[in-house]
């Protein structure tokens, strides 16, 4: 079978063919430790790995790297609010919390999981390189990125630069020194209680985007695989990625396919932390198994709106106790299981089609139970989905490998 994912570069579904064959390279933005985190990230980072446990299932070797965004303004913001308490003290607590969670959910941990403060050097050697190539310009200690200049931005949301000059910019800043509407800094003048480090521009700190450009050459090369994150993170984020990435190299593309999970609402409205309407995995992980809540994070498809209401998960209840005694059973046929490893093949190949794999395995393990077979096809398949009650290695039972 063939698996085919969806990629926002060019809203369509291709197959998927890496760069090196047997190999993918896999970048997913990470969170900003500034705060808790919630069930919404919970859905993304389930569902990714879900992708990398499923293309290794597949016979492919995954190197998947996660970054932590660890200066920007919130972390600044945060720390001042705190009475100047160290960022790094702020990072290193709030990213213990979402380790935690995560080993929970039995989510690999990543091949590599670089600081972007790690990574400042390089990031000042590629903005002095996007400077020589004319593709960005300084001014009084800020360094701009010109979008005008780069062919093909606007590609990955489909809109020219007029039709996204009229969005929404988190990354809009310092308006009165920008040559266009969407020119994004690479390198900004820190104010002067704020964390600086030396460049040739003076006393400064990373603009966002190119944190991840950064990090993403360092761990995994030029061009990569997959890049994945949250919708909103395609425009202007990802938008500015591919153009320093390929300003910065001359290769294109940068990324062959850009993977884009929706958004978690909580009864119809945006989770989010400027909302106040949080529903924390750490809690629901204290009234429910993790591996039901992941078995609910995985019953919506990654590139659909996930609306969490009370009482969601416990739903699940008989679907759980289903698959988890069926894993249980000895294996009395292995050919009856032929029919649902295939079923679960088919889905995923359909740009991942968790919910649909999900029905097929439900409906497998009803068989086993009825005394049917096919155990051992099932436990292999939930343990490609992750499952810890399955066998799947990871976190929660004991594997803190990446």
């Avoid at 499923?54 to 790297?65: A, E, N, S, T």
Wanted: proline share 5%; glycine share 10%.
């Amino acid at each position: 079978m063939t698996l085919r994912l969806h990629s926002s570069l060019g809203n369509a579904a291709r197959e998927f063919v890496p760069l090196a064959a047997g190999e993918a390279r896999i970048y997913v933005c990470g969170v900003t430790p500034y705060d808790v985190t919630h069930l919404g990230h919970a859905f993304s980072y389930v569902h990714f790995d879900a992708l990398r446990r499923y293309l290794v299932w597949k016979g492919l070797r995954v190197r998947y790297v996660q970054n932590v965004t660890d200066i920007d303004d919130d972390m600044i913001m945060v720390s001042k609010r705190e009475g100047g308490r160290p960022i790094a003290d702020i990072r290193d607590e709030n990213d213990a919390i979402f380790r935690a969670d995560l080993d929970r959910l039995n989510v690999l941990r990543p091949t590599a999981y670089p600081f972007a403060t790690d990574y400042i050097d390089a990031i000042v050697g590629t903005t002095r390189a996007l400077l020589e190539s004319g593709r960005a310009y300084a001014v009084d200690g800020d360094v701009f990125f010109e979008a005008g200049r780069f062919p093909g931005y606007g590609r990955l949301n489909g809109a020219t630069i007029e039709e996204l000059a009229k969005r929404e910019n988190p990354e809009s800043k310092r308006e009165e020194k920008k040559r266009g509407p969407l020119d994004f800094l690479l390198w900004q003048r820190s104010e002067p209680d704020e964390p600086s480090w030396p460049s040739p521009w003076g006393a400064g700190r990373p603009g966002w985007s190119i944190e991840c450009t950064a990090m993403s050459r360092g761990r995994l090369g030029d061009q990569i695989d997959i890049h994945g994150g949250g919708r909103d993170l395609i425009f202007p984020h990802h938008e500015n990625e591919i153009a320093q990435a390929e300003s910065v190299t001359g290769k294109a593309p940068f990324c062959g396919y850009w993977m884009h999970n929706g958004m978690l609402r909580l009864d119809g409205v945006k989770m989010s932390k400027s909302l106040g309407n949080l529903v924390l995995a750490r809690e629901l992980m204290e009234r429910h198994p993790p591996d039901q809540l992941r078995l609910y994070l995985l019953g919506t498809h990654y590139r659909r709106d996930a609306d969490y209401r009370e009482g969601a998960i416990a739903a699940l209840d008989g679907r759980f106790a289903r698959l988890r005694e069926a894993c249980g059973r000895a294996e009395t046929d292995a050919d009856a299981g032929a029919p649902a490893r295939d079923a679960f093949e088919a889905a995923m190949d359909d740009d991942l089609d968790a919910p649909r794999a999900l029905e097929a395995l439900d409906a497998a393990a009803a068989r086993v139970l009825a005394g049917g077979g096919g155990a051992d096809a099932l436990r292999e398949a939930l343990g490609a989905l992750g499952f810890a009650f399955a066998g799947a290695r990871g976190p929660a039972t004991g594997d803190f490998t990446p």
